[in-house]
């Protein structure tokens, strides 16, 4: 079996990509308001996020540079998004950065899905 045979395709790196970001919004989300909180279980939230994390950095494996960049992004959010959650100053502190980091999200998972769209279309 060759080596392509068994690597991902560019849609399945795609839908991957945009999977985790739009698991990362929601996590930010769940920081800036109650009703996103409430309406995904956060124990199916990070099952979910865990799993598209560890599935997109093996398939990244193979660029230790983008993979090195998405786990940092990964990093970040959680990090936002744990600091939000613990209140107080720490809270107030990562407001702004979570509006803009879910911004960056949101652009990327746009951009991600009109890429998947021509992938599939194709």
């Known amino acids: 079996m060759s080596a392509q045979a068994t690597a991902p395709s560019y849609v399945e790196i795609t839908e991957t990509l945009v999977r985790l970001y739009v698991f990362l919004s929601q996590y930010l989300d769940r920081c800036l308001n109650e009703a996103a909180r409430q309406s995904f279980p956060e124990q ?45 100053a720490a809270k107030q502190a990562a407001l702004e950065e979570i509006k803009a980091e879910r911004a ?19």
């Open 44 to 88: 199916d939230l990070q099952a979910h996020l865990s799993e598209t994390r560890a599935k997109m950095l093996e398939i990244l494996s193979v660029n230790r540079v983008v993979k090195g960049k998405v786990e940092k992004e990964c990093d970040r959010t959680l990090s936002l998004g744990t600091a939000c959650l613990k209140g107080g």
């Open 104 to 122: 960056v999200l949101q652009h990327k998972t746009m951009a991600l899905s009109d890429l998947l769209a021509v992938f599939r279309a194709s």
